[in-house]
T-cell receptor, first 114, second 115 residues
């Protein structure tokens, strides 16, 4: 089974600054998808960004971008110009291209300070 | 477009009672997935359903738990004779297709508390 590891239980960033959240995963497959989900205090799971493993180009969505290193099995999330509304739990998730179940890491709690 | 809807948002049950959690997928989505989130943990896959079919229930406990997605109406996750260890947040997700580039969209979850 694939495992997803988020080694930072908590992170803190000042408003307008940049922060990077780490994620590593373990798989023997070559074709898969990676996701970052955000879970604010409301507990709603919100998709932030998605990366296809066959794409070399890193995904970007406005202030959110990823650094996907396939050989290192690393998938970090960079948040630029952090805003108070970015404060949430962030979960990294893996899904095999042949499957459907998302495998989640334990999450990183992001605190944004004024 | 309405998103994935779940109800109730909060459910309190006493040990031994039954819990019924409902999920209405996004319009046009026919694939439904249930996940469970224990405190301080990420979400864990439980079951994957299409209309009238259970495709994969490998993540669901063999006893007391069941799921359905009827031809009409919402998907139901049913927990019989609840125990304190069932206390968790239960999330439903839906997708238009499965596999490939398709994305699962999540509902707001149902927080189950067993007294």
């Amino acid at each position: 089974a694939q495992t997803v590891t988020q080694s930072q239980p908590e992170m803190s960033v000042q408003e307008a600054e940049t922060v990077t959240l780490s994620c590593t995963y373990d798989t023997s497959e070559s074709d898969y998808y990676l996701f970052w989900y955000k879970q604010p205090p409301s507990r709603q799971m919100i998709l932030v960004i998605r990366q296809e493993a066959y794409k070399q180009q890193n995904a970007t969505e406005n202030r959110f971008s990823v650094n996907f290193q396939k050989a290192a099995k690393s998938f970090s999330l960079k948040i630029s110009d952090s805003q108070l509304g970015d404060a949430a739990m962030y979960f990294c998730a893996y899904r095999s291209a042949r499957g459907y179940a998302l495998n989640f890491g334990k999450g990183t709690s992001l605190l944004v300070t004024p | 477009n309405a998103g994935v809807m779940q109800n109730p948002r909060h459910l309190v049950r006493r040990r031994g009672q039954e819990a019924r959690l409902r999920c209405s997928p996004m319009k046009g989505h026919s694939h439904v997935y249930w996940y469970r989130q224990l405190p301080e943990e990420g979400l864990k896959f439980m079951v994957y359903l299409q209309k009238e079919n259970i495709i994969d229930e490998s993540g669901m406990p063999k006893e007391r738990f069941s799921a359905e997605f009827p031809k009409e109406g919402p998907s139901i996750l049913r927990i019989q004779q609840v125990v304190r260890g069932d206390s968790a947040a239960y999330f439903c997700a839906s997708s238009h297709r499965t596999g490939g580039t398709d994305t699962q969209y999540f509902g707001p979850g149902t927080r189950l508390t067993v007294l």
